[in-house]
Each structure stands twice: as structure tokens, then as C-alpha cells.
């Protein structure tokens, strides 16, 4: 009967898989583990490095190698690994990822049997920059021993848990169609999984979370309508899927992007697309007056206006 079922989820990622899988080897548990490593269609040699594994550690690990990218930035290739998992409880891992301590499986699976109330348990992880960023913890000292959704939701996005410190309990059978549309996994899983229990938190430092331009965060692409679009979309389902218990925050949240809309590279010559997210950021963010008279004139005025309200705010500074 397999306890864990660890979830490597990888695209493109020939320099860092071997690291992911060899510290999922790695792990001393005393309940059996299986090991499935999602390839989103890569091409660089990530698959033939998953098929070696496989060929090395026959039934413990196991590639899932889609046949084309299943896109949603990894979304989908997660839930169809997830689609095979035989464990009780199953834990992630980004492929340019990596755990660190040999017992992490086990003190996760430990706190769960002992806290049948979570649905989720997940511990603190180092953060590595490829450009030379100094690294630095991704929790301090003030976290707590248990989070539920209110801690989950703000007005700003929040994040406090790298994919690969997180263990779940494999009770969701069939994830919300919303989800499938999401280009970020993480949120929206750990509100599902809230809302089943509790979130522990363990303080050890157990992973490395490595930031790179091949992971999946560097996708995230601030000044790009769709990446844009997609995360509005993304809470208003998080606040349908809440009964709108939290639609003051999350009316809030969403205005933030809509506000980041307003400097997609799509729309820099679009006076009137710029104007409508505006009116939308305004209408939901109801931001102070500082803010709102930026952008009335940074978006709404049109130009000619603008330029003449600015001659006319530097005459006294002419004479």
C-alpha cells in the first residue's frame, strides 16, 4: 500500500532533474513511496533523463510523459500526475527544485497521521537566485503552527509556501473545471485544500527553492495582457468558489491587476483599452486620492488635455 506518492513536475529542466529525483531517492521513510515525474513534452533532454531513472529504479520511479504540453504552465501536466498517484498522501517538487533533509517525507506524513484536521502540512525552504542574489529563507520567525483560508486571502497576493516544502492529503478526486484554466497551481490548491482543514507548518528548512529563468515563476509576466487576465479570472472563481465570503478583499485584489493592465505592452497605444481597465481598477480598488488622480491622468485624459494641463501646472514656475 503506498503512503506518499511524491509529484517532480517538469518542463525543459535537463540541468536540474537528476538533483530532483536523486533527493526523492534519497528519502528514509518507514512506508512505501513512489516516485512519478510529470514531463510537459520537453526537448531538451529532460524525458530521456526521466526514461534512465525509470530504467534504474524499475516501479519506484515513474515518468508520465505526455504526449504534447499540456500548457496552463504546468497546470494540467500536475493534475494528470496527480490522476495516478496511489498514495495516501502525496507531496510536490518543481524539477529545478530539490529537498534537503532525507527525512522530510516522514516528518510530513508523521504530522499528518497526527493531525487528521489538516489537509495540508508544509515546512520552511531556502530560496536560490541564479543571478547571484543573495539566498535567504522563505519563512521567518513569526509563522504559526496552523493557517486556515483567512490567512490564505488579502488584497495583495499572498505567498508563503514553496511548492516543494507542501504535502497533501490525496482527497480531492476531481479538482473544479476553474482550476484547470488557472496558470498558477499553488493558489488555487492551497484554498481548495483549506477549505478541507487546516494547513500545519513545520519549521525545519527541508527544501530549496530555486529561482531561475527556466522555472516556472519566470513566466509570470506582469506587462502581458493574458498572464493578466488569467489571474483575474483566477480570483474571481477563488471568490466564487468561497461563496464570496471575502469579496470585499478579493474585489481589491483583482483591481491590483487590473491597475498592471493598465501598462501591458499590449495597450501602450491604446487610449481607450487603458481607459476601461482604469475605470474597472477605480471602480473595484477605490484607491485614496493620490493614487486616483495618477492614473485619471496618466489614463484617462487623453493626451492633448494632459499635455495642456501640464503647461498649465508649470506656468507659475515660468514667469
Same mark, same amino acid.
Given at each position: 500500500?503506498?503512503?506518499?506518492?511524491?509529484?517532480?513536475?517538469?518542463?525543459?529542466?535537463?540541468?536540474?532533474?537528476?538533483?530532483?529525483?536523486?533527493?526523492?531517492?534519497?528519502?528514509?521513510?518507514?512506508?512505501?513511496?513512489?516516485?512519478?515525474?510529470?514531463?510537459?513534452? @520537453? %526537448?531538451?533532454?529532460? =524525458?530521456?533523463? !526521466?526514461? *534512465? $531513472?525509470?530504467?534504474?529504479?524499475?516501479?519506484?520511479?515513474? /515518468?508520465?510523459?505526455?504526449?504534447?504540453?499540456?500548457?496552463?504552465?504546468?497546470?494540467?501536466?500536475?493534475?494528470?500526475?496527480?490522476?495516478?498517484?496511489?498514495?495516501?498522501?502525496?507531496?510536490?517538487?518543481?524539477?529545478?527544485?530539490?529537498?534537503?533533509?532525507?527525512?522530510?517525507?516522514?516528518?510530513?506524513?508523521?504530522?499528518?497521521?497526527?493531525?487528521?484536521?489538516?489537509?495540508?502540512?508544509?515546512?520552511?525552504?531556502?530560496?536560490?537566485?541564479?543571478?547571484?542574489?543573495?539566498?535567504?529563507?522563505?519563512?521567518?520567525?513569526?509563522?504559526?503552527?496552523?493557517?486556515?483560508?483567512?490567512?490564505?486571502?488579502?488584497?495583495?497576493?499572498?505567498?508563503?509556501?514553496?511548492? @516543494? %516544502?507542501?504535502?497533501? =492529503?490525496?482527497? !480531492?478526486? *476531481? $479538482?473544479?473545471?476553474?482550476?484547470?484554466?488557472?496558470?498558477? /497551481?499553488?493558489?488555487?490548491?492551497?484554498?481548495?485544500?483549506?477549505?478541507?482543514?487546516?494547513?500545519?507548518?513545520?519549521?525545519?528548512?527541508?527544501?530549496?527553492?530555486?529561482?531561475?529563468?527556466?522555472?516556472?515563476?519566470?513566466?509570470?509576466?506582469?506587462?502581458?495582457?493574458?498572464?493578466?487576465?488569467?489571474?483575474?479570472?483566477?480570483?474571481?472563481?477563488?471568490?466564487?468558489?468561497?461563496?464570496?465570503?471575502?469579496?470585499?478583499?478579493?474585489?481589491?485584489?483583482?483591481?491590483?491587476?487590473?491597475?498592471?493592465?493598465?501598462?501591458?505592452?499590449?495597450?501602450?497605444?491604446?487610449?481607450?483599452?487603458?481607459?476601461?481597465?482604469?475605470?474597472?481598477?477605480?471602480?473595484?480598488?477605490?484607491?485614496?486620492?493620490?493614487?486616483?488622480?495618477?492614473?485619471?491622468?496618466?489614463?484617462?485624459?487623453?493626451?492633448?488635455?494632459?499635455?495642456?494641463?501640464?503647461?498649465?501646472?508649470?506656468?507659475?514656475?515660468?514667469?
Amino acid at each position: 500500500m503506498i503512503k506518499v506518492s511524491v509529484l517532480i513536475i517538469t518542463y525543459n529542466q535537463r540541468k536540474f532533474i537528476r538533483k530532483a529525483i536523486d533527493s526523492a531517492l534519497a528519502q528514509q521513510t518507514t512506508f512505501p513511496v513512489e516516485i512519478l515525474v510529470g514531463d510537459d513534452f @520537453s %526537448s531538451d533532454g529532460t =524525458r530521456e533523463i !526521466i526514461q *534512465e $531513472y525509470e530504467r534504474l529504479y524499475p516501479n519506484q520511479v515513474i /515518468g508520465v510523459l505526455h504526449p504534447r504540453n499540456m500548457g496552463k504552465n504546468g497546470g494540467i501536466n500536475f493534475l494528470e500526475t496527480l490522476r495516478l498517484a496511489k498514495g495516501e498522501y502525496y507531496a510536490l517538487m518543481d524539477g529545478d527544485d530539490y529537498w534537503t533533509d532525507s527525512l522530510k517525507l516522514q516528518k510530513q506524513v508523521d504530522f499528518l497521521d497526527a493531525h487528521p484536521e489538516c489537509s495540508t502540512v508544509f515546512h520552511n525552504a531556502l530560496i536560490t537566485y541564479e543571478d547571484g542574489t543573495p539566498s535567504h529563507l522563505v519563512n521567518g520567525d513569526d509563522m504559526k503552527p496552523f493557517y486556515t483560508v483567512d490567512d490564505l486571502i488579502g488584497e495583495d497576493e499572498i505567498w508563503f509556501m514553496a511548492t @516543494s %516544502s507542501t504535502m497533501y =492529503r490525496n482527497n !480531492i478526486k *476531481e $479538482y473544479p473545471a476553474w482550476f484547470r484554466e488557472s496558470s498558477s /497551481g499553488d493558489i488555487p490548491r492551497l484554498i481548495l485544500k483549506a477549505k478541507l482543514g487546516k494547513i500545519g507548518y513545520i519549521p525545519d528548512v527541508m527544501s530549496v527553492y530555486r529561482k531561475n529563468r527556466g522555472g516556472a515563476s519566470y513566466a509570470d509576466n506582469y506587462y502581458d495582457e493574458t498572464f493578466l487576465r488569467n489571474r483575474i479570472q483566477m480570483y474571481r472563481d477563488i471568490n466564487r468558489e468561497l461563496d464570496f465570503k471575502y469579496d470585499r478583499v478579493l474585489r481589491r485584489n483583482i483591481a491590483r491587476y487590473y491597475r498592471m493592465m493598465l501598462d501591458a505592452k499590449q495597450y501602450k497605444k491604446s487610449y481607450f483599452r487603458r481607459a476601461y481597465y482604469a475605470l474597472k481598477y477605480l471602480h473595484l480598488g477605490r484607491p485614496q486620492w493620490d493614487k486616483t488622480k495618477v492614473v485619471i491622468r496618466d489614463y484617462l485624459l487623453p493626451a492633448p488635455i494632459s499635455k495642456l494641463y501640464s503647461k498649465i501646472r508649470l506656468l507659475p514656475y515660468q514667469q
